[in-house]
């Protein structure tokens, strides 16, 4: 199980490179044969692009058949899984469990607890899982990570709330994280490797992000994308879907919300028990 990242798009490129339009005729002179040909090109690749971001996209998607009518891009059947089952089953929570999470601002500052708070409902809301707020903390997610535990003592044995941490781009990159708005390390166990127990989310808090949802990408849509991965999505190839690598939605697509419908589905699940040294954590 790889981490999932939501990178941060170029700077000076449109998501889709689309050659630029033709000019009206002039008395120029006509271009060169060699730039007629860069020209024909660079149409030919972008043409071959867009063939290769729906045929991917196809490949990806979740349960897909020929004989399914329903469209891929923009439709139910968009979206993927971080894994599944010998059975065909996604990865996932048990559903019939609360998942625990708390809150590090960083220096973003508790203002942002909201955003993720909305995140989290809509989240819930999709999928059906349940969802409860340990509190603000201020923890260190490379300890986290490299102790690998994963469990709490508070009360006994429990596994750790998942984090949700906002962190500076150089933080980030200590992780081995680059270039990237979000990241996410969701946790299973030796116990069970295709049941989540916990789980790590960063947000790159350098990235000079809006906060709420009007746009994407704004500190809520990303840690709302981030948080489909906590939960067992993976990246589809599919602009209007939240789950895609650069969406252009500030909400779950229809595809992001029949797999969270999939993910929060299905009969309870035998948690493992909590233990030292029992977490199976990504790492990069």
Not at 46 to 64: D, K, M, N, P
Not at 88 to 95: L, V
Not at 103 to 131: H, K, M, N, Q
Request: glycine letters at 10%.
């Amino acid at each position: 199980m790889n981490r999932l990242e939501l990178p941060a798009p170029p700077a000076s490129q449109p998501y889709l490179p689309f050659p630029p339009a033709p000019r009206t005729a002039s008395n120029a002179p006509p271009a060169p044969p060699g730039r007629r040909r860069r020209q024909v090109l660079v149409t030919l690749v972008v043409g071959l692009l867009l063939i290769l971001l729906t045929g991917v996209a196809g490949v990806v998607a979740s349960e897909t058949s020929r004989s399914d009518p329903r469209p891929l891009l923009g439709g139910e059947r968009s979206h993927a899984f971080i894994g599944r089952s010998a059975g065909g089953e996604p990865y996932r929570w048990d559903p019939c469990s609360a998942i625990h999470y708390q809150i590090d601002p960083g220096r973003v500052g508790v203002r942002i607890v909201d955003d993720v708070e909305e995140a989290v409902r809509r989240t819930s809301e999709a999928s059906g899982l349940r969802f409860r707020f340990d509190g603000v903390v201020h923890a260190s997610v490379h300890d986290l990570l490299d102790g690998g535990s994963f469990v709490t003592e508070a009360g006994g044995l429990h596994w750790s709330p998942v984090l949700i941490a906002f962190r500076s781009r150089a933080a980030m990159r200590e992780l081995g994280v680059r270039k990237a708005y979000g990241v996410t390390f969701p946790v299973t166990s030796r116990f069970d490797a295709e049941q989540f127990v916990s789980g790590v989310v960063v947000i790159n808090a350098s990235a000079h992000l809006e906060e709420g949802f009007d746009r994407a990408p704004s500190f809520g849509t990303v840690v709302q994308h981030e948080l489909g991965h906590a939960v067992g999505l993976a990246h589809i190839l599919d602009p209007f879907q939240l789950m895609s690598p650069m969406p252009i939605v500030i909400d779950w697509g229809r595809g992001d919300r029949a797999g969270l419908e999939e993910l929060g589905d299905g009969p309870c699940l035998d948690v493992p028990t909590a233990e030292f040294h029992a977490a199976i954590v990504p790492r990069p």
